[in-house]
């Protein structure tokens, strides 16, 4: 694997697996292709613009041209891809998108893999597809029971790449990821927005009573994961990566609050959303017995976002105050509050 085509690359999650890929090897060469939608952002790539082993290429995985064009120009060995409509609120506003990017989209990636002779194509999914999981945990085996347009749009798209597995024996990987937190994470995810909202001494808009629970992962633990099992990972198998420690909402927000050192009273209680899943906890037994564990406990993962936010007020300042953003709250919040 020396020439990698890392889709999405200019998101979140994947713009810190291109900065930990091109630290962690010498002779690895990253290209990314990206759309640049509201949510890829090239400032997410400057730690790495001058690297000579990285580039760019702006292209939508929707269009095969393009891809087969990337493919070829650059000798595409490896594909990972992060390229997805991921947020499961605009889901429920525009779940069109979400079936053309993570479904469609998916499709064309493998159908290049497939006429490039690729040595792995990774698939980058989402615990969500396990549906709420109210007791236990959920195993890679389990049947799949998603509740929103976002998660039957990544459903579908893990069982393209299972489907194209087994027809036609594309050496495919799929990690099953919990929620990701750290730096770059575009500001209308819970975590950073409480952060600068906080920040601002602005209400941190919680859904119902905030008891849902999520297994918070710093990205880059995920991304050393995912890494693991490009490297080592059988292929046509699925891997959970999480902590296997699940966390309240409201608990989450708390300490953000008190790392801040801002006051509770900060927390605006809103009607929560439809089919809000209670609970996601994921078995990652599997991805353990090649080695890896998740290096940071919730409470330093927390710490560590915080830090970043105050530090980086350049990079989220000028996104929130867009009218793109500007738009999204309003119409995702707007008359929401709960009132005590």
């Not at 949510?39 to 400057?46: H, K, M, Q, T, Y």
Request: net charge negative; aromatic share 12%.
């Amino acid at each position: 694997m020396k020439n990698i085509l890392v889709t999405g690359g200019a998101g979140f999650i994947g713009s810190n697996f291109v900065q930990l890929m091109l630290n962690k090897y010498d002779d690895v060469n990253i290209v990314v292709f990206d759309k640049l939608t509201y949510a890829g952002n090239l400032d997410n790539l400057i730690p790495v613009e001058e690297n000579p082993r990285y580039h760019f290429y702006q292209g939508d995985i929707c269009h095969p041209h393009e891809v087969d064009e990337v493919m070829g120009r650059y000798n595409i060995d490896t594909i990972v891809n992060f390229a997805a409509e991921t947020h499961v609120d605009r889901s429920l506003m525009e779940p069109g998108g979400f079936i053309q990017t993570d479904v469609y989209g998916t499709y064309i990636l493998l159908e290049a893999a497939k006429k490039y002779q690729i040595e792995r194509y990774h698939q980058i999914s989402t615990d969500e597809v396990y549906g709420a999981v109210l007791e236990g945990r959920s195993k890679e085996t389990d049947k799949l029971h998603t509740r929103s347009p976002y998660s039957a749009a990544k459903a579908g798209g893990d069982l393209m790449c299972l489907a194209y597995y087994t027809s036609f024996n594309l050496p495919v990987t799929i990690t099953r990821g919990s929620n990701n937190i750290g730096p770059y994470q575009y500001p209308e995810k819970a975590v950073p927005l409480f952060i600068t909202n906080a920040i601002d001494n602005k209400p941190l808009p919680l859904y119902g009573d905030g008891l849902q629970m999520r297994d918070y992962q710093y990205v880059q633990d995920h991304c050393e994961g995912i890494d693991v099992v490009l490297r080592q990972g059988q292929v046509g198998e699925i891997y959970n990566l999480g902590t296997g420690v699940e966390t309240t909402n409201i608990e989450m927000a708390r300490l953000i609050l008190k790392l801040l050192d801002k006051p509770d009273s900060l927390i605006q209680p809103i009607t929560d959303r439809p089919g809000h899943d209670r609970r996601y906890a994921l078995d990652c037994s599997k991805i353990q017995a090649l080695g890896w564990r998740s290096a940071h406990s919730f409470e330093q993962a927390i710490a560590a976002t915080v830090r970043w936010y105050v530090d980086n007020e350049w990079w989220w300042r000028k996104i929130k105050s867009g009218n793109h953003y500007q738009e999204y709250y309003q119409r995702q919040y707007a008359g929401r509050e709960i009132k005590n």
